[in-house]
């Protein structure tokens, strides 16, 4: 079991920033991909970012390409997202996700993550 618990979510105007913090415990969190989603109200939940289970491979959609980055800690057993340049399509309910299964992967489905976290609110007011 990976227990995932998201922060740093809140409202931002239009070209700020925030991170995202994902805090794991449970069983050892290195190997694990992680990866970071959305979900928008009356949308499907979509991938914004991953890594594989030593951060050196990362994958963005491409919305969020030089916007955003996603880093990792695993003495610390952290994964962090780093926004920049935020506008009002990045609003939603962001969650963070565990791959325990394929952690050498960047995964970008939804069905590939075993574990994830409550979500936490991103709100970006124009």
């Known amino acids: 079991q990976v227990q995932l618990v998201e922060s740093g979510g809140g409202l931002v105007q239009t070209g700020g920033s925030l991170s995202l913090a994902c805090a794991a415990s449970?069983?050892?969190?290195?190997?694990?991909?992680m990866g970071w989603f959305r979900q928008a109200p009356g949308k499907e939940r979509e991938f914004v970012a991953g890594?594989?289970?030593?951060?050196?491979?990362?994958d963005y959609t491409d919305s969020v390409q030089g916007r955003f980055t996603i880093s990792r800690d695993n003495a610390k057993n952290t994964v962090v997202l780093r926004m920049n340049s935020l506008n009002v399509e990045d609003t939603g309910v962001y969650y963070c996700?565990?791959?325990?299964?394929?952690?050498?992967?960047?995964?970008?489905?939804?069905?590939?993550?075993?574990?994830w976290g409550q979500g936490t609110q991103v709100t970006v007011s124009s």
């Open positions: 996700a565990a791959d325990v299964s394929t952690p050498w992967l960047t995964q970008r489905r939804v069905s590939e993550y075993e574990y």
């Open positions: 449970g069983r050892t969190f290195s190997p694990t991909g």
């Open positions: 890594c594989n289970w030593n951060g050196d491979t990362t």
